[in-house]
């Protein structure tokens, strides 16, 4: 139920980030880094692809060095038309496209389905970056980390809870992006059980580390006690931190009938359901 309220929420905010997208790259600031392909109408030998230089500037045809960072793309359309019109041209038209957004990049790791870079456009916020980067893989875990890094050398890890941000809607979680951001969503490590013995499925069980099962969970997840299983002499085999096995016999009787509480299983433990003698 929960991957399916995530899945739909996804396929929202895919439509939303699309909608806006086009907004955000309106109202992109030029930075160091980005890749412009500049181009003048009529005179063909003056079109360049140029690249951001790390003070913010670029090298243009009859201009020289020309200071574009913090610029729109309008307005340094606007900016290298007066500039050439002041001294060669009449009424230029200057286009301008951002062919890559270096100045202003974030990365995505871990349980996303497709993890990496990307330009951070305008305001992005924390929803629109995971529908943008494909949205939540099946493993991932409980909690968002977003690692944030300041010009002095600082730096802050935020931790945000999954299901509060999505299944709650909290929209005080769904954080504005800032350039360098690192957005780790870790995968939810698995851990084995193994059921052997009287029950309809025996086998290893594959399950959440962070939610592993308790006895009574791990037999119904193996299908079930078998009609000739000893329900009152099950046994947990389990190996201590010292390397020692340590065998636990368990009346699961007593548990289903509220007389004893259930037993918690520990990573890489064996339940073992023996046959019943009568």
Avoid: H
Wanted: with cysteine; aromatic share 6%; proline share 4%.
């Amino acid at each position: 139920m929960r991957k399916m309220l995530l899945f739909t929420l996804i396929l929202l905010l895919v439509s939303c980030y699309f909608w806006g997208e086009d907004q955000y790259k309106a109202d992109y600031k030029i930075g160091a880094k980005d890749l412009l392909e500049i181009s003048v109408f009529g005179l063909e030998e003056m079109n360049k692809t140029v690249r951001v230089s790390e003070d913010g500037k670029i090298t243009f045809p009859l201009l020289g060095e020309v200071e574009v960072e913090g610029l729109t793309k309008t307005e340094l359309e606007k900016k290298l038309s007066q500039l050439l019109e002041e001294k060669y041209l009449q009424s230029p038209q200057v286009t301008v496209f951002i062919k890559e957004y270096q100045s202003k990049r974030i990365s995505v790791l871990g349980a996303v389905g497709k993890p990496g870079p990307y330009e951070l456009l305008g305001r992005q916020t924390l929803l629109q970056l995971i529908s943008e980067a494909g949205g939540l893989t099946e493993d991932a875990g409980d909690d968002i980390i977003v690692i944030r890094q300041f010009q002095d050398g600082t730096s802050i890890s935020l931790k945000i809870s999954i299901d509060d941000l999505f299944l709650k809607g909290d929209a005080r979680l769904n954080i504005p992006l800032e350039p360098n951001d690192i957005v780790n969503i870790p995968a939810e490590k698995t851990v084995l059980i193994y059921v052997f013995g009287q029950v309809r499925k025996p086998g290893a069980l594959e399950v959440k580390k962070s939610n592993i099962p308790t006895l009574l969970q791990v037999i119904a997840q193996a299908g079930g006690f078998s009609e000739r299983a000893s329900k009152g002499g099950v046994l947990i085999k389990r190996i201590n931190k010292d390397g020692k096995e340590k065998q636990i016999k368990v009346n699961v009787k007593d548990i289903i009938k509220g007389k004893k509480k259930d037993i918690q299983l520990l990573e890489n433990d064996v339940v073992y359901v023996p046959e019943t003698i009568f």
